[in-house]
């Protein structure tokens, strides 16, 4: 059921690859609630040609952006203006990708040439959009910028890999953009830490269906589904929040913050 949440509303979504994808449900959420948006994934990811079925469905532009790349984040911001006609009052970073998880390097035995490109991909690349759009004035007074992160950026999960840095990298960023960007402009800046998910990126961690069985074990609530961490976002693009920033909020069913459940204590009782 549509609320109207962002009615008049202009946005820049990254990361939608496919229907699965995370970024693909809150295109499709803020179409829903009444906002207008610019979607951008890198040029690899046009190929697949997926994205041009999620513009149809919501009206929506695209501009191809590498996010490591500042021309094409420059280029991506002043297009996204002129789209739009005005600049954008949510942006969410949806964007994670490690060469060492995906090509099964563990965090022991890590190739430093991808552990650079998995902290610029997953991490420094929030900091280059958000440098990108403040120089290009792209974001408006009270806007939300939203990014999605993990809890290994406070925890250990062995399998996360060096992407685990660039969590902890993101959030950091997080807070270091939404100070200056708050007091400048009143814009607030948060990282959404989301349950594991079935998505392109989630399924390409090691072991990922133990991953998500024994978080969906250890939560109240059981794991969050793509489109309920949809909806989070939604909230926090809308005016329903304008004074929540520079937090990272756990979007987990309860998982951070259990300590055991029944269904895992199961595995390991031995008595009666
Ligand atoms: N799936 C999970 O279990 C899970 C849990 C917590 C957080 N997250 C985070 O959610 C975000 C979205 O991931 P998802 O699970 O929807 O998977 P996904 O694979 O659908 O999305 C990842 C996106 O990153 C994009 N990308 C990769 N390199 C890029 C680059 N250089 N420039 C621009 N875009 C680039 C990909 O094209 C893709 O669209 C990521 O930050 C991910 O780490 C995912």
Redo the contacts with the bound molecule.
């Keep these: 059921m549509a609320n109207g949440l962002l009615k008049g509303k202009r946005g820049i979504i990254?990361?939608?690859?496919?229907d699965?994808?995370?970024?693909w449900k809150v295109a499709e959420l803020a179409h829903a609630e009444g906002a207008t948006f610019v979607l951008t994934?890198?040029p690899v990811?046009m190929r697949m040609g997926e994205i041009n079925k999620l513009a149809e469905a919501t009206g929506s532009a695209i501009i191809s952006?590498?996010?490591?790349n500042d021309a094409e984040l420059d280029a991506l911001f002043a297009g996204a203006q002129e789209k739009l006609g005005g600049p954008a009052d949510f942006l969410l970073h949806?964007?994670?990708?490690s060469p060492n998880v995906r090509k099964g390097r563990t965090y022991d035995n890590l190739n430093y040439e991808w552990y650079k490109q998995t902290l610029d991909?997953?991490g420094m690349?929030l900091h280059r959009m958000l440098q990108a759009a403040y120089k290009g004035k792209a974001l408006a007074q009270g806007g939300s910028v939203v990014a999605?992160?993990?809890i290994a950026a406070q925890r250990v999960f062995p399998d996360y890999g060096d992407?685990a840095d660039a969590k902890a990298l993101l959030e950091s960023i997080t807070r270091g953009w939404g100070y200056r960007l708050g007091k400048e402009h009143g814009v607030r800046v948060n990282s959404v830490?989301?349950?594991?998910?079935w998505?392109?990126?989630?399924a390409g961690v090691k072991g990922f269906d133990g991953f998500f069985n024994f978080a969906q074990a250890m939560s109240p609530l059981g794991n969050a589904p793509a489109e309920d961490c949809a909806r989070f976002c939604i909230a926090l693009f809308s005016d329903l929040t304008r004074f929540l920033t520079m937090q990272n909020l756990y979007h987990d069913g309860g998982f951070s913050t259990t300590g055991v459940t029944p269904e895992v204590m199961a595995k390991f009782t031995t008595e009666g």
């Design positions: 990254s990361g939608a690859l496919n699965q994808s995370i970024a994934n890198a990811a952006a590498d996010a490591t949806s964007i994670g990708m991909v997953s690349s999605l992160s993990y992407m830490s989301q349950s594991p998910t998505t392109t990126a989630g």
